[in-house]
């Protein structure tokens, strides 16, 4: 009789939201449409799941998000024009996004919360466990984030998220957990959660970041959860649960240290572009050229 865990294949992406802080550009294009460079911000979230062995990628979506389907569907016009013209280049850039993985989607219907949107996977996910990417965060692909924290869920079961140490002065932008250390430096066992509390309520400046890696006795808990903050059904408020409880397995943390991008933040969804330009080999010695020259003039006027 054998004690391996199943492997992790399935992946939610939740992308329901209506991007208001992006308005009026997401009036009729999903902000996880937005450019990142030149690819929308959701293709760095594929990816990063399939970089981690997920090749079966299931988007929660709402109204008006049927680019999202179209971006990762073939598009034959265009890439028939691209290869009469003879151009490999963009015919394989096009083509890309379409062999990633082998996409799902499912409507949420009402906006009822994080935890509502996860719950609508449950048909899909089945009883195994499964990873969820939040698409405003981007993980620098170099910082392989996803994969330890499936690392760590094989080697302990359960559940695991995300965290990162913040100003303690901002916890209350985020969910906050409880923690005790374990024998690996970057690993915590989460002992209780809190969605955004105050910062003398806190009790870390540990804050949930948008991975996770659920066992899925979440499913259960998810369906009895009720509304919390915002009238919604948080995520956070059944971890609290799946942390506090017998069921599923234990909750462990990945603290992660890495280059992180939140582009749900005009200013941070900015600077992520600007940072990824500088660094790419087509385009950042021009770029950066630019931006030295740019910021030195500015420096000068003020």
């Known amino acids: 009789m054998t004690n391996e865990r199943p492997a992790i294949t399935k992946a939610v992406i939740p992308a329901a939201g209506l991007g208001t802080r992006f308005l009026p550009a997401t009036k009729a294009t999903p902000k996880e449409m937005l450019p990142v460079v030149d690819k929308p911000a959701i293709q ?6 399939v970089a981690a062995g997920l090749s079966d990628v ?25 290869e009469k013209k003879g151009d490999a280049d963009r015919l394989a850039k096009v083509q890309e996004s379409s062999d990633l993985a082998t996409m799902h989607y499912v409507r949420q219907g009402d906006p009822r919360g994080l935890g ?7 048909p899909h996910v089945g009883n195994e466990p499964f990873a969820v990417l939040l698409g405003d965060d981007l993980i620098d692909a170099r910082d392989p984030l996803l994969q330890r924290m499936v690392e760590i ?18 916890i209350h932008l985020y969910g906050c957990a409880a923690v005790k250390p374990t024998g690996d430096d970057d690993v915590v066992e989460i002992t209780g959660l809190i969605e955004k509390p105050e910062p003398a309520e806190a009790p870390s ?11 899925p006795e979440i499913f259960a808990i998810l369906r009895e959860t009720e509304p919390g903050r915002g009238g919604e059904i948080q995520l956070t408020d059944a971890l609290q649960k799946l942390a506090t409880s ?22 941070d969804y900015l600077r992520a572009i600007v940072r990824l330009a500088c660094e790419r080999e ?7 050229t630019w931006l030295r020259g740019y910021v030195t003039e500015e420096m000068q006027q003020s």
């Open 44 to 49: 760095y979230v594929v990816e990063e799941a």
């Open 58 to 82: 299931l988007m929660v979506t709402g109204r008006n998000k049927r680019p999202l389907e179209d971006h990762f569907d073939r598009n034959y016009e265009l890439e028939s024009a691209l």
């Open 116 to 122: 509502h949107a996860v719950l609508c996977a449950a």
């Open 153 to 170: 869920q094989a080697a302990h079961g359960g559940s695991v998220i995300a965290l990162m140490e913040v100003d303690p002065e901002q």
């Open 205 to 215: 400046n540990l804050a949930i970041i948008g991975r996770y890696v659920l066992a």
């Open 246 to 267: 017998d069921v599923g397995g234990p909750v462990h943390g990945v603290v992660f240290k890495g280059r992180r991008y939140d582009t749900g933040d005009r200013g």
């Open 282 to 288: 087509d385009l950042g010695p021009d770029f950066r």
